[in-house]
């Protein structure tokens, strides 16, 4: 081997033992493509620095749960056709009220204020 190959060889052996680095993606706003904000993604400084705009829960007053077992109507809300209780992500309730909301339905159910299973149409 002469000389220049073998300092062509050093070369591409470094080359070859750094890192090599990944092609940087397009910024989001050229033409056909969605800004960060809009991405389906969810990818972008906006979905970070969003605040999730949270309702409060609907039992809390005072820092207290009121959630009162005789309250037919209220109580109704929050179960499902099949006659199950509804789950917190759905109904938005803090943890502590749903779980006194689960003891206000199972007393209410076991008063016959609401019923255990869901009502049958047999006829139709």
Known sequence: MNPEDQI???ENRQDDAAPQERPRSAPANQEGEESSEESSR???PSSYSRR???NQCPFLKDGKCHIDYKDVETLKRYITEEGKI???RQ???CSKCQRALAVAVKRAR???LLPYAPQHNYGD
């Open 8 to 10: 062509l060889n050093a």
């Open 52 to 54: 999730r705009n949270r």
């Open 86 to 88: 509804r789950p917190r």
């Open 91 to 93: 109904t938005n309730v």
């Open 42 to 44: 969810g990818r972008g």
């Open 110 to 112: 076991h008063l016959a």
